[in-house]
């Protein structure tokens, strides 16, 4: 099986190494924001960059901060908050490196890095606290977040957060830590490796609409944005895993049952490692339940968070 697997991994290398009609050249930002930023969308300068974020809901609710997680942008919480902002005063981000924000001029992605970045954030929005949750990546700079700033951390949700080290990385990762592979994904990419990734993070692949899909390739091809997806993705961060027992905000895990990125298995750990934690998973969901799973999954936040 093992060998059948990386003839998988090499036919998918050799035909991203064919014909330059595989090369993806930049999209320019001006062109990025026609089409993705909204009438909600606002831009405020953060450590050098121009991060774009969205403030919804009524400003004197309980604030909930969402974070995305890799390869992704503000637009994969879309289904919350349709579902929370009639109670919620619900702020959402691209992260450096990511969507309309793009890169730091540092090219700093450590998750250390990311602890100043949002705590300045929130200051230039003067939110002194926040329930905070996030997937992924976001997850684990959530966590990592409730760690460092636990005074600014109402309630902490995590919905299939990084962290732990899950064993055998999916293949888009294998492939990036390549080195030769790596650096010529900074300019190849095919709008249907972007449609073979989300197959694996979608439980069920027909949810995938092709808008949905655009999305997420348009937005990589903001310049920088896939040098600092490469560069994240090289990165071993300190194992902090074991200072899990040091949050003291209350804390919901959702997880989706049919995660291919991060195996469900390392639920319970999050779960038996934060003290009080509540764990739920979600039945037909991949990585991103949040995304396929809106409606439950926003409806088990709601409570979590105005309770």
Same mark, same amino acid.
């Given at each position: ?20 009609? !595989?090369? +993806?050249?930049?999209?320019? /930002?001006?062109? %990025? ?10 831009? &405020?300068? &953060? ?16 604030? %909930?901060?969402?974070?995305?997680? !890799? ?6 919480? @879309?289904?919350?908050? @349709? ?5 919620? =005063? ?5 992260? /450096? ?5 793009? /890169?730091?001029?540092? @090219? ?6 990311? !602890? ?12 002194? +606290? ?14 990592? $977040? ?6 600014? &951390? @109402? ?5 299939? /957060?990084?962290? *732990? ?7 888009? $990762? =294998? %492939? ?14 095919? #709008? ?34 896939? #040098? ?14 074991? =200072? ?25 750990? *999050? ?10 998973? &979600? ?22 968070? %105005?309770?």
């Amino acid at each position: 099986m093992a060998r059948w697997r990386w003839v998988g991994v090499a036919t998918i290398v050799a035909a991203l190494a064919a014909g330059g009609a !595989m090369l +993806r050249p930049d999209i320019a /930002p001006a062109d %990025l924001e026609r089409r993705y930023a909204t009438p909600a969308s606002q831009f &405020v300068n &953060v450590q050098g960059m121009r991060v774009h974020y969205r403030d919804e809901g009524p400003a004197n609710g309980p604030v %909930l901060l969402l974070l995305h997680g !890799m390869a992704s942008s503000l637009q994969t919480w @879309d289904g919350w908050v @349709d579902a929370m902002q009639d109670s919620l =005063r619900i702020i959402r981000l691209d992260l /450096p490196g990511y969507g309309l924000t793009g /890169p730091r001029p540092d @090219d700093d992605y450590r998750m250390a890095t990311y !602890m100043p970045f949002l705590r300045e954030f929130l200051d230039s929005l003067r939110v002194p +606290r926040a329930s905070i949750a996030g997937n992924s990546l976001g997850g684990e700079i959530a966590w990592n $977040f409730a760690l460092t700033d636990s005074s600014r &951390v @109402d309630r902490l949700i995590l919905v299939d /957060p990084a962290g *732990f080290p899950p064993g055998a990385p999916p293949i888009l $990762f =294998r %492939l990036v830590r390549l080195p030769v592979i790596g650096g010529l994904l900074e300019y190849v990419g095919p #709008r249907w490796f972007t449609a073979l990734n989300l197959q694996q993070v979608y439980a069920d692949p027909s949810r995938l609409t092709p808008a949905l899909i655009d999305r997420y390739w348009e937005l990589m091809a903001r310049p920088g944005n896939r #040098r600092a997806f490469l560069i994240r993705s090289n990165l071993i961060d300190t194992d902090n895993t074991a =200072r899990l027992r040091q949050i003291t905000a209350p804390t919901l895990i959702l997880w989706g049952d049919r995660d291919l990125w991060i195996p469900t298995s390392l639920a319970t750990a *999050f779960a038996d490692s934060i003290i009080g934690a509540r764990l739920q998973i &979600v039945s037909n969901a991949g990585h991103v339940p949040m995304e396929e799973r809106p409606a439950e999954t926003s409806a088990l936040v709601k409570s979590f968070v %105005l309770r």
